[in-house]
């Protein structure tokens, strides 16, 4: 499993004191990331095949705080992917300088072509890539339909 370390900063923090959401995010963004930069699928290879990753949902469960003064870790693991890896799930999680599990983030996305602008099938070479992560021990193949699992489509404003 891919972990990185961090310090909370100032600026992560919110009127509370505490890790603001937006930071958990950040942290869960740069972490993914870095594990497909180390994995040889970074800005450069997606600039390539002109690919960019797209998240559909990012689900947060919060278990303590966080605060600031002590270092954090996060893990990334590959939870699902689609045949042919235009999606892609990962889970994040959130450890305190104990080793206490603090927090958890789901997160489901796709790979989007940046000339068409539409959800794509990932070039056969980054696909080798992502294909040869470690998985999670849950991993499982994901399918178009899950990706709107919660019944949520966009409204219709021009019918009111």
């Not at 699928?41 to 600031?68: A, D, L, S, W």
């Not at 959800?119 to 056969?124: E, K, R, Y």
Request: contains cysteine; charged residues 25%.
């Amino acid at each position: 499993m891919y972990s990185k370390d961090f310090d909370v900063r100032w600026s992560d923090l919110d009127a509370n004191r505490h890790m603001a959401n937006s930071a958990y995010q950040n942290f869960m963004s740069h972490t993914r990331m870095a594990y497909l930069i180390d994995n040889g699928f970074g800005h450069k290879e997606m600039e390539t095949y002109q690919t960019g990753p797209v998240i559909f949902t990012e689900n947060i469960y919060y278990f303590r705080e966080i605060h600031q003064g002590k270092p954090i870790t996060v893990t990334c693991e590959l939870t699902g992917l689609s045949a042919d890896g235009s999606l892609f799930s990962f889970r994040h999680n959130f450890y305190d300088h104990k080793g206490k599990n603090v927090a958890r983030g789901l997160m489901m996305g796709a790979w989007m072509n940046l000339k068409e602008r539409k959800i794509t099938a990932l070039h056969s070479d980054l696909l080798s890539k992502i294909e040869s992560f470690s998985k999670a021990d849950e991993f499982k193949e994901i399918h178009l339909k899950e990706t709107r699992a919660h019944g949520e489509v966009p409204l219709d404003r021009t019918a009111v």
